[in-house]
Structure formats: structure tokens, C-alpha cells
């Protein structure tokens, strides 16, 4: 199964949860400090806030998958459509670690693929390991848009 995961950076995360809680008529499955994430299965979504990025909107899109097969399947899709793929193995990003697939639509919204294989205690890392620093950091470690200058987002990885 896939499922569609929308991301967006919000101005007032309390605020935020309260209406998206009333809005799904379910609490948050997880909730950090600066981040929360629902697990919804009507619609079917995983749909998360945080206060990460410097500009509130869409973060980013995606599809999270089930399996390495399918996220190697929409890989190939995505190549197919003629836009640079860039993967992630075994990164950290979302409190999660995932493996992912990362490419820019023709508008430059970031999409992300991703397969979830366990949780993070940290919200992500960058190349060497070291936890991120939100002031030190003006957007979400989770969106290389397309170049490696992200400090937690490798774009060389396969």
C-alpha cells in the first residue's frame, strides 16, 4: 500500500495541532516538540507539521511505501519521467529512519519517496552524523531540492 505524505511548516504548532486534530477527528500519532505526525487511514495519509522551515506552507509532498520494492518501483517511475532522482540510504530525518527517493516537480515542489524501516530519538542528521541545529538551519533537513549544500540530505547517494 501507498500513502500519500504531505508535509507543512506551520507559524503556530499548537494552534496547528488543534485544528488538524479537530480537522481528522484523531490526535497525532506522534508529537515532538516541533513536530507532528497523523497516520490516517481515511484519507490515507501520513500527514505531518513541524516549525523547521522558515517560510509556513508545503514543505514538501510524497508517498511513503511499504517495502524497498516499491520505493525501487516509483524510483524507476520518477526516472522514467525524466526527472533527476536523487536517494537517500539509511538516513535519518522526521524522527524516523527511512530510506528515500527525492526529485523536484516542474514547478520545484519536492516529493519524496520513502520506505520507513524504524524511529529516530533526534529529528535528523546531517552526512556526518551529528544532530542538526534548527537556528543553524533555515529549511527542513528532509529537502535536498535537488543539490547536495543540504547538511542532512546526501543527493550523490544511489
Given at each position: 500500500?501507498?500513502?500519500?505524505?504531505?508535509?507543512?511548516?506551520?507559524?503556530?504548532?499548537?494552534?496547528?495541532?488543534?485544528?488538524?486534530?479537530g480537522l481528522f477527528g484523531a490526535q497525532?500519532?506522534?508529537?515532538?516538540?516541533?513536530?507532528?505526525?497523523?497516520?490516517?487511514?481515511?484519507?490515507?495519509?501520513?500527514?505531518?507539521?513541524?516549525?523547521?522551515?522558515?517560510?509556513?506552507?508545503?514543505?514538501?509532498?510524497?508517498?511513503?511505501?511499504?517495502?524497498?520494492?516499491?520505493?525501487?518501483?516509483?524510483?524507476?517511475?520518477?526516472?522514467?519521467?525524466?526527472?533527476?532522482?536523487?536517494?537517500?540510504k539509511e538516513t535519518t530525518c522526521c524522527?524516523?529512519?527511512?530510506?528515500?527517493?527525492?526529485?523536484?516537480?516542474?514547478?520545484?515542489?519536492?516529493?519524496?519517496?520513502?520506505?520507513?524501516?524504524?524511529?529516530?530519538?533526534?529529528?535528523?542528521?546531517?552526512?556526518?552524523?551529528?544532530?542538526?541545529?534548527?537556528?543553524?538551519?533555515?529549511?527542513?533537513?528532509?529537502?535536498?531540492?535537488?543539490?547536495?549544500?543540504?547538511?542532512?540530505?546526501?543527493?550523490?547517494?544511489p
Open positions: 500500500m501507498k500513502r500519500l505524505h504531505v508535509h507543512l511548516t506551520v507559524r503556530d504548532f499548537d494552534q496547528s495541532i488543534d485544528f488538524y486534530a497525532p500519532t506522534v508529537i515532538k516538540p516541533d513536530y507532528a505526525k497523523w497516520m490516517l487511514d481515511d484519507p490515507s495519509v501520513n500527514f505531518a507539521i513541524s516549525t523547521r522551515a522558515k517560510t509556513p506552507g508545503i514543505d514538501h509532498l510524497g508517498m511513503q511505501v511499504d517495502s524497498e520494492h516499491e520505493l525501487q518501483e516509483v524510483s524507476t517511475r520518477l526516472t522514467a519521467a525524466g526527472r533527476p532522482v536523487h536517494g537517500q524522527y524516523a529512519r527511512s530510506d528515500k527517493a527525492w526529485v523536484d516537480d516542474p514547478q520545484g515542489i519536492a516529493w519524496e519517496t520513502f520506505f520507513t524501516v524504524g524511529e529516530a530519538t533526534v529529528y535528523g542528521e546531517d552526512r556526518d552524523g551529528a544532530a542538526l541545529n534548527p537556528a543553524a538551519k533555515p529549511s527542513a533537513c528532509c529537502t535536498p531540492h535537488a543539490s547536495s549544500e543540504s547538511a542532512c540530505c546526501d543527493a550523490s547517494a
